[in-house]
């Protein structure tokens, strides 16, 4: 069964940061580019960053260049995003997914940055 999982979404203070994951199952995770997406209330998904197969290639939106990164380990075909000085514009669910041609949508997990 194809399925993505995402974890680890919270409330953080400005400034903080928080480490989401995302489980992949269901089909070949090393091969895919793999992706972080965003979807502020209100507002489209938004792609935040993505990591090839190999992890040789990775992109980040320019809202978040420079305070996330995003990993993954295909051991256990797991893709990380390690966000760090978060601002309340990050707020949002996010959402992981192949770069292209995405799969079902997991349910996300939610960040929420506020004082």
């Known amino acids: 069964q194809v399925q993505l999982v995402e974890s680890g979404g919270g409330l953080v203070q400005p400034g903080g940061s928080l480490r989401l994951s995302c489980a992949a199952s269901?089909?070949?995770?090393?091969?895919?580019?793999m992706a972080w997406y965003r979807q502020a209330p209100g507002k489209e998904r938004e792609l935040v960053a993505s990591?090839?197969?190999?992890?040789?290639?990775?992109t980040y939106a320019d809202s978040v260049k420079g305070r996330f990164t995003i990993s993954r380990d295909n051991v256990k075909k797991t893709v990380y995003l390690q966000m760090n000085s978060l601002k309340p514009e990050d707020t949002a669910v996010y959402y992981c997914?192949?770069?292209?041609?995405?799969?079902?949508w997991g349910q996300g997990t939610q960040v929420f940055v506020s004082s």
């Open positions: 269901g089909f070949v995770f090393r091969i895919y580019t």
């Open positions: 990591i090839t197969g190999q992890s040789s290639t990775t």
């Open positions: 997914n192949k770069a292209i041609n995405p799969i079902s």
